[in-house]
């Protein structure tokens, strides 16, 4: 079992506000991804971190969206100014290194209203 | 960049049959492989993960193939029960030096006893 935990589980937020969540990897897991399923079941990398180091960040996250993994804290992800469209399951997942088997937390369900 | 196609979509099965779910991939230098259960409401359990000098894997009911010339993994459920019901995706890993999963599709399979 992932031992990977992502809070809140559920996030409700109006449009236009902040909307933060949350992820503390695995232990020992410095590598950690941020994903984005939409009802469709279709998967959208957001970012990914080594240690506090981004490895790679999509535009997307780039305008609207912030992320970080500072040592000795969860990992967070936050969307600046929330859109209809960014409702959706947002998926932590973290490995012991690159290429190696990556492990999910159970997610944050957002909706924006 | 790399493409995954998932199929079927939908899969339905009597307890105790098996079930089949098929992924194609485009880049040969593709070397991780991984298959994933989404119970709903739920995050990615990892089933099983290979690497590209495997050409079979089996463990507790689950049948990994990998065919490297024809850019095929299969995952094969040999006497699936109703809790094997669930949306299962067959994931790659980049190959540009991120490290991020490309999924599949999905696949929802239904086990009715």
């Known amino acids: 079992n992932s031992k990977v935990i992502q809070t809140p589980r559920y996030l409700v937020k109006g449009q236009g506000q902040k909307a933060k969540m949350r992820c503390i990897p695995e232990?020992?897991?410095?590598?950690v991804f941020w994903y984005q399923q939409n009802k469709n079941n279709e998967f959208k990398f957001l970012i990914n971190f080594q240690n506090q180091e981004v490895l790679q960040q999509i535009d997307m996250t780039e305008k609207r969206f912030s992320a970080e993994c500072p040592s000795n804290s969860p990992c967070s992800l936050e969307i600046q100014s929330s859109e209809a469209g960014d409702s959706a399951l947002y998926l932590c997942?973290?490995?012991?290194?690159?290429?190696?088997?990556?492990?999910f937390g159970k997610g944050t369900r957002l909706t924006v209203v | 960049g790399e493409q995954v196609e998932q199929r079927p979509p939908h899969l339905s099965v009597p307890e105790g049959d098996s079930a089949v779910i098929i992924c194609t991939y485009t880049?040969?230098?593709?070397?991780?492989f991984y298959w994933y259960k989404q119970e709903p409401g739920a995050g990615l359990q990892l089933l099983m993960s290979v690497f590209s000098n495997v050409d079979r894997k089996e463990e507790q009911g689950l049948t990994v193939l990998l065919n490297k010339k024809d850019k095929q993994l299969s995952l094969n459920l040999t006497a699936a029960h109703p809790g094997d019901s669930a949306v299962y995706f067959c994931a790659v890993s980049d190959q540009g030096g991120s490290a991020k999963l490309i999924f599949g599709e999905g696949t929802k399979l239904t086990v009715s006893s």
């Open positions: 880049d040969s230098a593709t070397a991780y």
């Open positions: 232990k020992g897991h410095p590598v």
């Open positions: 997942a973290s490995s012991l290194h690159p290429n190696t088997e990556v492990f």
